[in-house]
């Protein structure tokens, strides 16, 4: 489905992707791993159109994306859910959830989405009407995902969903991601809690200094040595 091709990403005259090469099969979940800094987010970012490559190449179901606008990539089917939340603090829940979807003209399928985020996620539909910026981190983070599966993507890109997050939440979060796979969306994700991302995945990739050094599935990520001792505590 994503076929990433010895990309380079610049910020300035700093290079955050150093020729990384990284493909996601459709209806996986893959996560991308790494210290801080690794050139994990760029890499979301490249795919989303928000940090162009200066050099290599990027296609989504056999189409060379490397130069297209975000918009254009979000209607072939790429969601993009960033880090942080930023969800629309002034305004309403629904009308977060309505932004989601705005390139979208199939009110029928609007309105029933609209219904199903609503009963995945029943604490919002109690607080539809009420400000986005108002409700607790675990909250905006549930909108986020909510607004990102509103476009109907093909491709989610998830970038630190549990960040900042209780635990309890951090489990629930999780839980999501996994039905938005299981439900037939692919997923690849940039995470902190390494060993709950990875045991949850088909397959792992490792950032290292903005290259890609490690690939395999969860479970032989979670095993390896070298990413056990550097990421996982032991």
Known sequence: MLEIENIVCRYGKVDAIKGVSLSVRKSELVTLVGANGAGKTSTLKAISGLLPPVSGRIRFEGVDITRASAQKILSMGIAHCPEGRRVFPQMTIQENLEM???????????????????????????????????????????????????????????????????????????????????????????????????????????????????????????????????????
């Open 100 to 234: 989601g979807c705005y390139r979208r003209r199939d009110r029928a399928g609007i309105t029933a989405d609209m219904g199903r985020m609503f009963e995945n996620f029943p604490k919002l539909a109690e607080r539809r009407h009420q400000m986005a910026g108002t409700l607790s981190g675990g909250e905006q983070q549930m909108l986020a995902i909510a607004r990102a599966l509103m476009s109907r993507p093909k491709l989610v890109l998830f970038d630190e969903p549990s960040l900042g997050l209780a635990p309890n939440i951090v489990e629930r979060t999780f839980e999501i991601i996994r039905r938005v796979r299981d439900e037939g969306t692919t997923v690849l994700m940039v995470e902190q809690n390494a060993y709950a991302a990875l045991d949850m995945s088909d397959r792992g990739y490792l950032f290292e200094s903005g290259s890609m050094v490690l690939t395999g599935t969860g479970r032989n990520m979670i095993d390896d040595p070298h990413v056990r001792k550097a990421y996982l505590g032991g």
